[in-house]
């Protein structure tokens, strides 16, 4: 039985004939298997149909013979000339042989791709999983270094906290030290000095609704002026060290001492009035102070 060329079994089996051509020549003319696996291999590339431009003997490694050149096995050339004509059932077999051949290959080639497929999603898995993990680490890194900061800042505020009130304590041993002789003579003269106060609106509410804190306000010499929230049964000392604290320097670098007084009514506060909480000195719910430059005695 006569066996059909590579070139005709791929024409048989439905192949384009420049496709098979150009599978054979670029495989060497190694066998129909493995110009079959080019051609599946390669279906898909957009120039699987152009011609080859280099003789199919350069590419074999040899010199292209004259049948080469005149086309590869073409209607009417020699080789096909001397071919013996096959019968229908022996077309029909070979035909066959062949469709099973490419069924194999092709049933290789899906299962190919399926593991390929599978690999690819398991790589794609495993990424999304390591990108989650490294998006959750730096969430956590995050929200630790926040909660550090935050401790940070209540440790530092609690400290300045803490001065301040050293600072205070200090203060007021200081003054008590320094005014010790004459403190006993001067608590009679601030009993008068509560008589102004009821005179004015603003200091009544105090004996109706209670108040935790007061605001306020001290307008500095030169212009500006200083805001804060203090405890209403804080002394009016810690107004005092909070304006000397943050004022700013004066010309030559020295610091006087300051004096509060009261807007309205008009009022200087006394070295005993320091030692009184806010709430009684009528300054809660808020009030504004002014700081004068008190003249040594």
């Known amino acids: ?12 089996m439905g192949f384009p004939r420049g496709r098979a051509e150009k599978a054979l020549a670029l495989t060497g003319n190694q066998g129909i298997e493995a110009a079959m696996d080019w051609l599946m291999e390669h279906e898909d590339d957009p120039d699987v149909d152009e011609p080859l431009e280099t003789p199919l003997g350069h590419i074999l490694g040899r010199e292209p013979t004259p049948a080469e050149q005149g086309g590869l096995e073409g209607p009417g050339s020699a080789a096909g000339e001397g071919k013996p004509i096959l019968s229908e059932e022996e077309r029909q077999e070979q035909t066959k042989r062949m469709l099973e051949l490419v069924a194999q290959k ?32 730096l969430q956590e890194d995050e929200m630790r270094r926040a909660a550090e900061e935050r401790r940070r800042e ?14 205070i304590e200090r203060d007021k041993a200081e003054r008590a030290k320094k005014y010790g002789g004459s403190v006993g003579s001067q608590p009679p003269p601030p009993a008068p000095e509560p008589g102004p106060v009821p005179s ?37 000392a810690a107004v005092r060290l909070y304006v000397e604290l943050h004022r700013g320097e004066e010309p030559g670098g020295g610091q006087d001492p300051v004096q ?12 005993a009035d320091m030692e009184r909480p806010l709430q009684e000195l009528g300054l809660v719910p808020s009030a504004v102070l002014i700081v004068a430059k008190k003249c040594p005695s």
């Open 1 to 12: 039985m006569a066996e059909l060329t590579a070139l005709e079994s791929l024409i048989e």
């Open 106 to 137: 092709q049933r290789e080639r899906e299962e190919r791709e399926e593991r390929e497929a599978l690999e690819r999603e398991r790589q794609r898995r495993r990424q999304g999983q390591e990108l989650s993990a490294a998006r959750q680490r």
């Open 154 to 167: 209540k440790a530092e505020e609690l400290a300045a906290r803490q001065r301040v009130r050293e600072k």
């Open 200 to 236: 004015s609106p603003s200091q009544e509410p105090p004996t109706k609704r209670e108040y935790d804190q007061c605001r306020i306000q001290v307008r500095l010499p030169d212009g500006t002026s200083l805001t804060q929230t203090f405890r209403a049964r804080e002394q009016l």
């Open 260 to 271: 509060l007084l009261s807007g309205f009514p008009r009022r200087a506060f006394s070295e």
